[in-house]
Antibody, heavy 119, light 108 residues
Framework: EVQLVQSGAEVKKPGESLTISCKGS????????IGWVRQMPGKGLEWMGI????????RYSPSFQGQVTFSVDKSISTAYLQWSSLKASDTAMYYC????????????WGQGTLVTVSS | EIVLTQSPGTLSLSPGARATLSCRAS???????LAWYQQKPGQAPRLLIY???RRATGIPDRFSGSGSGTDFTLTISRVEPEDFAVYYC?????????FGQGTRLEIK
């Protein structure tokens, strides 16, 4: 069974750094792209970008380019989303998700990681 | 960047009614790479339809997708109580793979 399990909720202050994780299981992690999706409180879904664990090929949405960094450690089947300096506007639920091909829609989703940034 | 506009913003229907949700793209979607998702409160989205008209695994046949180019439709033939949720379209033909703003299907 394919599963994506994300790290737990985080509460941070503006200016702090943060890395959240997404661990894949039940499939060959290195073979499938992993994407990240933001959902701000009460709002819709935003495609942040996608990374290929096999070679770390990465595509960022222009809206998120330079604001976040994707990475992977395929030895432990884990993808990461990181911020170097959080802002209050980064407060959101963040989902990792896996398409069944590339390009492709996301047919497997993590449970989400809630990030709250507040002073 | 392709902008997807969903309508209506909110759809109020009674169980058993037919639901028609629209998704319009600002430019033609490559290869009709258009997906629909359902999201319930506190849950991750669930893939319903991909390739504009193909049902994802385990999706009931009351859900159907149609359309091509810039105009796409999700139809629920007879709305069940568990179908009241928010629905999003997404195009995955041109990066960034944008989502629409969502349509809320609520109980009338």
């Amino acid at each position: 069974e394919v599963q994506l399990v994300q790290s737990g909720a985080e509460v941070k202050k503006p200016g702090e750094s943060l890395t959240i994780s997404c661990k894949g299981s039940g499939y060959n992690f290195a073979t499938y792209w992993i994407g990240w999706v933001r959902q701000m409180p009460g709002k819709g879904l935003e495609w942040m970008g996608i990374i290929h664990p096999g070679d770390s090929d990465t595509r960022y949405s222009p809206s998120f380019q330079g604001q976040v960094t994707f990475s992977v450690d395929k030895s432990i089947s884990t993808a990461y989303l990181q911020w170097s300096s959080l802002k209050a506007s980064d407060t959101a639920m963040y989902y990792c998700a896996r398409p069944f091909g590339f390009p492709g829609p996301f047919n497997y989703w993590g449970q989400g990681t809630l990030v709250t940034v507040s002073s | 960047e392709i902008v997807l506009t969903q309508s209506p913003g909110t759809l109020s229907l009674s169980p058993g009614a037919r639901a028609t949700l629209s998704c319009r793209a600002s430019q033609s979607v490559t290869s009709n790479y258009l997906a629909w998702y359902q999201q319930k409160p506190g849950q991750a989205p669930r893939l319903l339809i991909y390739g504009a008209s193909r049902r994802a695994t385990g999706i009931p046949d009351r859900f159907s997708g149609s359309g091509s180019g810039t105009d796409f439709t999700l139809t629920i033939s007879r709305v069940e109580p568990e179908d009241f949720a928010v629905y999003y379209c997404q195009q995955y033909g041109s990066s960034p793979y944008t989502f629409g703003q969502g349509t809320r299907l609520e109980i009338k």
